[in-house]
């Protein structure tokens, strides 16, 4: 099993510009998430997914969207690139819909906005 | 806002010297999961502890559960290089989505 997978690794971007963050999963995971993480702030949830067709807001949607039409595949769509978004992206994802299972990260995507 | 804060920010200690990070939510918790990124990582599942008073072990990690199931340490016996790392609580405030704290990031001097 690969576990869970991000590309790219590293992206820049001009202020304005739009792209897609990907997130795939090999293990039948139900649940998916976003996360972003920035320096002392922790990890703070983004969007997640409870299975194909199902998503929901976390704690920091604004400037982002996402859909889950597989079980596999959760992607991160940047409307409109702002330098607030530089960070760091993890997905994550997990076998049940409860947060009583642990979560598999992705290795992360480092985006820089300019 | 649903909150869980995690104290110190930074430690810095001695090779060999113990080590411990605390958790606080401000409601109670069904269940907290501890994970460690390493410099330049992502983040790895540690453990997860679910009873009011639960103490885990793992080596030289002990991990506990408050009774109230609102606060939550980790403690680090004798520190090596390898727990060199940020070190991360998250809290299942019961509404399918974890919590993180903002981590603790442990260096050491060998």
């Known amino acids: 099993n690969a576990g869970v997978t991000q590309t790219p690794k590293f992206q820049v971007l001009k202020t304005g510009q739009s792209m897609t963050l990907q997130c795939a999963q090999d293990m039948n995971h139900e649940y998916m998430s976003w996360y972003r993480q920035d320096p002392g702030m922790g990890l703070r949830l983004i969007h997640y997914s409870v299975g194909a067709g199902i998503t929901d807001q976390g704690e920091v949607p604004n400037g982002y969207n996402v859909s889950r039409s597989t079980t596999e595949d959760f992607p991160l769509r940047l409307l409109s690139a702002a330098p607030s978004q530089t960070s760091v992206y993890f997905c994550a994802s997990r076998t049940g819909t409860s947060a009583s299972y642990e979560q598999y990260f992705g290795p992360g995507t480092r985006l820089t906005v300019t | 806002g649903q909150q869980v804060m995690q104290i110190p920010q930074y430690q810095h200690v001695q090779e060999g010297e113990d080590f411990t990070t605390y958790c606080n939510s401000s409601?109670?918790?069904?269940?907290i999961q501890w994970y460690k990124q390493r410099p330049g990582g992502h983040p790895v599942f540690l453990i997860q502890?679910?009873?009011?008073?639960e103490v885990k072990k793992q080596k030289r990690l002990t991990f506990q559960f408050g009774e109230a199931k609102k606060n939550s340490s980790l403690h680090i016996t004798a520190t090596q290089t390898t727990d060199v790392g940020t070190y991360f609580c998250?809290?299942?405030?019961?509404?399918?989505?974890?919590?993180f704290g903002q981590g603790t990031r442990l260096t050491i001097n060998p």
């Open positions: 502890l679910v009873k009011s008073g």
């Open positions: 409601t109670t918790l069904s269940n």
């Open positions: 998250a809290g299942d405030q019961g509404a399918q989505k974890l919590v």
